[in-house]
């Protein structure tokens, strides 16, 4: 997998830095200041120096990269994908909704619309770590809004669906500065380090809905075929965090 690092100090007109090759799941790499596309796995996306990652108008980074996901599975003829860069992504969100499990949304994220200011950091998005102190245990739960693929699909919709997803990690040290006490003479800055997932840890789940949330399948697999067995145009996923430490979402995809 590779990925497209960006200039966050730049928003909302984001320069592109460079294209690498994601690490190793669980490698480190420091973050500050930065921001990430993931490149889908086995993708091919071409960056140059016109490409861009914003406005999101069919031209850009994260069109292509949906777009090379969607040619790597011809059995497929849309897709419908969210790269949470922006307020519009946070919109595309439901954070009153509960899910297949009957609990209401726990995730943070930026603002998608008022009242008060609004905005997003991209890659930002989380799924708050389970609550075990709950009865019965709360996990961390995000909900898509309503995707109505009817006018993509001729109002036929789908029964047969492809999900892809990418997570990771933050973790923050300290800021210190001091001249008394054990930290005496220390002057570090805060490092905001990105740490590599497995796409499926234990405890991480997602399920689908073709049918606005009434009924749900899951969970389902990364990148595996899902049977719906009924056409139905409402389309929405829902990410689980049943672990203790928050787990990042940069982006997810359906194909149908």
């Known amino acids: 997998m590779s990925r497209i690092v960006a200039d966050l100090g730049t928003m909302p007109a984001p320069k592109v830095l460079q294209i690498e090759k994601t690490p190793d799941v669980g490698d480190t790499t ?36 949906a777009a090379a996901l969607l040619a790597r599975f011809p059995m497929y003829s849309h ?26 949304t726990r995730a943070q994220t930026g603002r998608g619309v008022g009242p008060g ?13 389970s609550n075990p102190l709950a009865v019965p245990p709360r996990p961390g739960i995000l ?75 899951g969970p389902i697999g990364r990148i595996e075929p899902i049977d719906m067995t009924v056409f139905n145009t409402d389309l929405r996923l829902c990410f689980v965090n049943l672990g203790l430490t928050r787990i990042y979402i940069a982006a997810y995809a359906a194909m149908f």
Request: proline share 6%; hydrophobic share 40%; aromatic share 10%.
């Open 30 to 65: 420091v973050f500050n200041g930065r921001f990430f596309l993931p490149i889908p796995d086995g993708s091919a996306v071409d960056v140059d120096i016109n490409s861009y990652i914003l406005p999101q108008d069919g031209g850009d980074l994260a069109s292509d990269c």
């Open 79 to 104: 897709i419908t994908y969210n790269f949470l860069l922006e307020a519009a992504d946070v919109a595309d969100l439901d954070l009153t909704a509960t899910g297949p499990l009957g609990v209401i």
């Open 117 to 129: 200011a609004f905005g997003q950091a991209p890659c930002t998005t989380a799924l708050l770590p």
């Open 143 to 217: 909900v898509t809004d309503k995707i109505d693929i009817g006018p993509m699909t001729g109002g036929a919709g789908a029964d047969e669906f492809l999900v892809w997803w990418h997570i990771h990690k933050f973790t923050t040290s300290d800021d210190v500065m001091s001249d008394f006490g054990g930290t005496a003479g220390q002057n570090d800055p805060a490092m905001k380090d990105l740490e590599e997932l497995d796409q499926e840890p234990v405890g991480f789940q997602v399920y689908i809905s073709n049918d606005d949330g009434a009924t749900w399948v």
